[in-house]
């Protein structure tokens, strides 16, 4: 059963055509993973889903709701957690979640339960009263993802959850969220530029690049697609060593990308000292070779030409809002 569906679902902003027409179909209870780089439209399609930006057009529905015929009700049903930090650092952990929860109407004993539930499910019941700004970075995403499903939405949208964290605490949230995911039965709608996260987390993931959706599929089955070993090389003249592969029947396809050639083939093992005399016949010096298994890099590459490292650009973060304490 689709929990958000979307049809043509377009946003542009003068002239520039942020997301590009496209169809959508998340299922009930998975983790669906929003692949692609920086300036993607992965932060617009999520705006448009959490009824913060009309679609220029197209549609969409959450949870059964349209997004600009019934916004109140779609806001009612999800949680959002954006790339942008939200929390008062000048409030303890629990009194951020507790501001939120008030924002939601639960009542006084509702709130106080399930404060204690989800400091317990994201590991932060020791740390409740010290205030945020006493938080490390990983603390406090884990806090903002708390105060997401507080009030027990049937969709979680996270927006880079882990976008600036150290390899670690990454591999923490990652813990955190499929944790999430299976005990409280939501829904999470993840946007990410790591592969590594799409790939660990992701009941399927689709591939966007330049506002349009290029392949949507479980990991397993997107890498299926590539159907072959992959080589990488570093050589003297990749695109005469290109070339002259392109015309070889047992290569499948060559992507130049960088100072490297990835080679897709069947049983690399066999075909490296292959790919070397070839590269010795013509002259052409191989400074470095490797033979893996294709990953969602390769699929990515596949589709756009590029890896998703050469299109990343650096995000600039805001600091978060300042509000008076409250008691």
Same mark, same amino acid.
């Given at each position: 059963?689709?929990?958000?569906?979307?049809?043509?679902?377009?946003?542009?902003?003068?002239? $520039?055509?942020?997301?590009?027409?496209?169809?959508?179909?998340?299922?009930?209870?998975?983790?669906?993973?929003?692949?692609?780089?920086?300036?993607?439209?992965?932060?617009?399609?999520?705006?448009? $889903?959490?009824?913060?930006?009309?679609?220029?057009?197209?549609?969409?529905?959450?949870?059964?709701?349209?997004?600009?015929?019934?916004?109140?009700?779609?806001?009612?049903?999800?949680?959002?957690?954006?790339?942008?930090?939200?929390?008062?650092?000048?409030?303890?952990?629990?009194?951020?979640?507790?501001?939120?929860?008030?924002?939601?109407?639960?009542?006084?004993?509702?709130?106080?339960?399930?404060?204690?539930?989800?400091?317990?499910?994201?590991?932060?019941?020791?740390?409740?009263?010290?205030?945020?700004?006493?938080?490390?970075?990983?603390?406090?995403?884990?806090?903002?993802?708390?105060?997401?499903?507080?009030?027990?939405?049937?969709?979680?949208?996270?927006?880079?959850?882990?976008?600036?964290?150290?390899?670690?605490?990454?591999?923490?949230?990652?813990?955190?969220?499929?944790?999430?995911?299976?005990?409280?039965?939501?829904?999470?709608?993840?946007?990410?530029?790591?592969?590594?996260?799409?790939?660990?987390? !992701?009941?399927?993931?689709?591939?966007?690049?330049?506002?349009?959706? $290029?392949?949507?599929?479980?990991?397993?089955?997107?890498?299926?697609?590539?159907?072959?070993?992959?080589?990488?090389?570093?050589? !003297?003249?990749?695109?005469?060593?290109?070339?002259?592969?392109? !015309?070889?029947?047992?290569?499948?396809?060559?992507?130049?990308?960088?100072?490297?050639?990835?080679?897709?083939?069947?049983?690399?093992?066999?075909?490296?000292?292959?790919?070397?005399?070839?590269?010795?016949?013509?002259?052409?010096?191989? !400074?470095?070779?490797?033979?893996?298994?294709?990953?969602?890099?390769?699929?990515?590459?596949?589709?756009?030409?590029?890896?998703?490292?050469?299109?990343?650009?650096?995000?600039?973060?805001?600091?978060?809002?300042?509000?008076?304490?409250?008691?």
């Amino acid at each position: 059963m689709a929990i958000i569906e979307a049809r043509g679902l377009t946003k542009r902003f003068d002239g $520039l055509m942020a997301v590009d027409h496209i169809d959508l179909d998340v299922e009930e209870g998975e983790i669906f993973g929003f692949l692609g780089p920086n300036g993607a439209g992965k932060t617009t399609t999520i705006k448009m $889903l959490t009824t913060l930006l009309k679609p220029s057009e197209g549609e969409a529905k959450v949870c059964g709701y349209d997004v600009v015929k019934q916004p109140d009700l779609v806001r009612r049903s999800i949680g959002v957690v954006f790339q942008e930090p939200a929390l008062d650092d000048q409030l303890t952990g629990r009194e951020n979640l507790d501001f939120h929860a008030r924002l939601y109407g639960l009542n006084r004993r509702e709130r106080e339960e399930r404060i204690e539930e989800v400091l317990e499910l994201v590991g932060l019941a020791d740390r409740a009263d010290e205030l945020v700004k006493n938080y490390s970075g990983g603390m406090r995403r884990r806090l903002e993802i708390a105060r997401g499903f507080i009030h027990h939405p049937r969709i979680l949208f996270l927006d880079e959850p882990t976008l600036g964290l150290d390899v670690q605490t990454r591999r923490a949230i990652w813990n955190y969220i499929m944790k999430l995911n299976k005990k409280e039965g939501i829904t999470i709608f993840l946007t990410t530029h790591y592969l590594e996260e799409a790939d660990k987390l !992701s009941d399927r993931v689709a591939i966007i690049d330049n506002g349009k959706i $290029l392949a949507v599929d479980s990991p397993r089955k997107l890498k299926d697609m590539i159907g072959s070993d992959v080589i990488t090389l570093r050589c !003297s003249e990749p695109n005469r060593l290109k070339n002259i592969l392109e !015309s070889i029947s047992w290569v499948r396809d060559v992507k130049h990308h960088g100072e490297e050639l990835s080679i897709y083939v069947e049983i690399g093992e066999t075909k490296i000292p292959k790919i070397i005399k070839i590269a010795e016949e013509n002259g052409i010096r191989i !400074s470095s070779i490797t033979l893996r298994e294709p990953t969602l890099e390769d699929v990515y590459l596949n589709f756009t030409g590029k890896t998703i490292r050469e299109e990343a650009k650096p995000t600039i973060r805001r600091p978060p809002p300042r509000f008076r304490r409250w008691r």
